[in-house]
C-alpha cells in the first residue's frame, strides 16, 4: 500500500501543501466553506512546532499573519468571501509594506452572505480591486486536488520571491470535493526560502531598496536591525514620503515587480489546442465540466480545446491572445457574470468571438449548460 496516496477534500490538500512549503503561522476564522483548513491545521500545525491561533474576527487574522510573517515566519490565513471582504484594508498595508503572506479564500455564493454552502467564483475581480489604489497581485486557482496542492506550493513560492500577498482563489467545490491525491516526497517540489539580508547589525539597512534582480532581503522584524514600517509612502528606509519622485517610483516598483514577471508567475493547462477550432477558457471547478464537454465532443470530430487558467491575476493577456490566435469562437466558462470574461475581450482579437457560459444560482456549472450554449453560439453562426 502505498502511503502517499491519499483521499481527501481539496482543503485538506491545501493545509498539506502549506505544510510541504514551510507554514509555521496560521492566524483564521472559521467561515464556510475554508473552515477545513483552520480545522486541520489546528491539529497539524502544533505537531511540528508552528503556530496556530483563532483570531476575533477576519481582520484581525489579516493583520496577525502580517506580524508574524515580518518576524520571519511563512505564515497564511483563509476565509470565504465576507471575511475576503473584511482583510482588504488589512490587504492593502501588505502590498504597500511587502510582507510575504498567503490568502485563501475558498469562494461562495455572493454578495453578502449570499450562498454561504453553495459555490460561485465571485470574489475574482475583488482580489485584484478589493483594496483601493494602484496596486498589483497574485491570484491563483486549481480544479483538482493535485493541483491544488502544486498551486499552493506556487503561491508560497511567489509571495517569497516578490514580496507580496497571493491570493489562492478556491472554490466550494474543489474546496468539499474528495478525490485521490498523491503526496510529493519532500524536495519533490522547490520552495523558495525568505531571502534575509546579508548586512550586519549596526550597519545601514534600507528594507525597501531592491537587489538589481529585483528581489528585496528582509531582516526579520525585532531582531538586529531596527527599521520602520508603514501603509504611508515611504522611502528605502520605510520613512514616510510625499515626494512625487518617492511616490511615483513606490507605485512603479509595486506594479513591475509583478506584471513584468507575469510569464514566471503564469501557471495554466491546456488541452487540444493545436487545432481547436471552438476554444473554451475556464479555471477551478468549472474547468472540470470544460473538459469533459471538449472530451466528449472531439470523440464526435468536432474541434474543441481548452486552456485552464491556474494564475488569473496577474492576467496572462499575451498567452490568452497566442492560444486563442486561430479560434473562431472562444467560451469562458465560469460561475459568476463574467469577471473573467472581460480581460479575455480585452486580449482576444477581435472580442466579437468571446462569449460566456455561466452560473450564477450557487448551482455547480455542468456540461449540459455549456453545450447549451455552444448550440446557440454555433446554431446562429455568431
Known amino acids: 500500500m502505498n502511503k502517499n496516496i491519499k483521499f481527501i477534500q481539496g482543503n485538506e490538500a491545501c493545509v498539506e501543501a502549506a505544510l510541504y512549503a514551510g507554514l509555521d503561522f496560521f492566524a483564521g476564522y472559521p467561515i464556510t466553506p475554508s473552515t477545513e483548513v483552520a480545522e486541520h491545521l489546528s491539529s497539524r500545525l502544533p505537531q511540528i512546532g508552528g503556530k496556530f491561533i483563532q483570531m476575533e474576527d477576519e481582520i484581525a487574522s489579516m493583520c496577525a499573519i502580517i506580524g508574524a510573517s515580518l518576524t520571519g515566519h511563512k505564515v497564511m490565513t483563509a476565509t470565504s468571501g465576507p471575511g475576503f471582504s473584511l482583510m482588504q484594508e488589512a490587504l492593502g498595508y501588505a502590498i504597500m509594506t511587502e510582507i510575504p503572506c498567503v490568502i485563501v479564500n475558498v469562494q461562495r455564493g455572493g454578495p453578502s452572505t449570499g450562498l454561504p454552502t453553495s459555490v460561485g467564483q465571485g470574489d475574482v475581480g475583488q482580489a485584484l480591486w478589493g483594496t483601493h489604489g494602484d496596486h498589483a497581485i497574485i491570484a491563483l486557482t486549481a480544479s483538482n486536488h493535485q493541483d491544488v496542492f502544486d498551486i499552493t506550493v506556487h503561491a508560497f513560492n511567489m509571495?517569497?520571491?516578490?514580496?507580496?500577498?497571493?491570493?489562492?482563489?478556491?472554490?466550494?467545490?474543489?474546496?468539499?470535493?474528495?478525490?485521490?491525491?498523491?503526496?510529493?516526497?519532500?524536495?519533490?517540489?522547490?520552495?523558495?526560502?525568505?531571502?534575509?539580508?546579508?548586512?550586519?547589525?549596526?550597519?545601514?539597512?534600507?528594507?525597501?531598496?531592491?537587489?538589481?534582480?529585483?528581489?528585496?532581503?528582509?531582516?526579520?522584524?525585532?531582531?538586529?536591525?531596527?527599521?520602520?514600517?508603514?501603509?504611508?509612502?515611504?522611502?528605502?528606509?520605510?520613512?514616510?514620503?510625499?515626494n512625487p519622485g518617492v511616490v511615483h517610483g513606490l507605485i512603479r516598483h509595486l506594479m513591475d515587480k509583478i506584471n513584468n514577471n507575469v510569464h514566471q508567475i503564469t501557471r495554466f493547462k491546456e488541452y487540444y489546442l493545436e487545432d481547436a477550432r471552438t476554444v473554451l477558457i475556464s479555471y477551478g471547478s468549472a474547468a472540470r465540466s470544460a473538459l469533459h464537454v471538449v472530451e466528449n465532443r472531439r470523440k464526435?470530430?468536432?474541434?474543441?480545446?481548452?486552456?485552464?487558467?491556474?494564475?488569473?491575476?496577474?492576467?496572462?493577456?499575451?498567452?490568452?491572445?497566442?492560444?486563442?490566435?486561430?479560434?473562431?469562437?472562444?467560451?469562458?466558462?465560469?460561475?459568476?457574470?463574467?469577471?473573467?470574461?472581460?480581460?479575455?475581450?480585452?486580449?482576444?482579437?477581435?472580442?466579437e468571438k468571446v462569449f460566456l457560459a455561466n452560473r450564477i444560482d450557487g448551482v455547480f456549472i455542468n456540461p449540459t449548460d455549456i453545450r447549451n450554449i455552444l448550440r446557440l453560439i454555433q446554431g446562429k453562426g455568431m
Open 300 to 351: 464526435r470530430g468536432e474541434r474543441l480545446g481548452l486552456l485552464e487558467l491556474q494564475s488569473l491575476w496577474p492576467f496572462p493577456f499575451g498567452l490568452v491572445r497566442k492560444k486563442c490566435a486561430d479560434a473562431r469562437y472562444v467560451v469562458v466558462v465560469e460561475m459568476n457574470m463574467g469577471q473573467i470574461l472581460q480581460p479575455v475581450r480585452m486580449a482576444v482579437d477581435p472580442p
Open 159 to 242: 509571495a517569497e520571491t516578490y514580496r507580496t500577498p497571493v491570493v489562492l482563489l478556491f472554490d466550494e467545490v474543489v474546496g468539499h470535493m474528495r478525490e485521490r491525491f498523491f503526496m510529493p516526497e519532500p524536495g519533490e517540489l522547490p520552495l523558495v526560502e525568505r531571502l534575509r539580508t546579508s548586512v550586519k547589525g549596526g550597519v545601514d539597512y534600507h528594507p525597501y531598496l531592491p537587489r538589481e534582480d529585483g528581489r528585496l532581503p528582509m531582516s526579520d522584524f525585532g531582531a538586529e536591525h531596527r527599521y520602520n514600517v508603514t501603509g504611508l509612502f515611504h522611502d528605502m528606509w520605510g520613512f514616510p514620503s510625499n
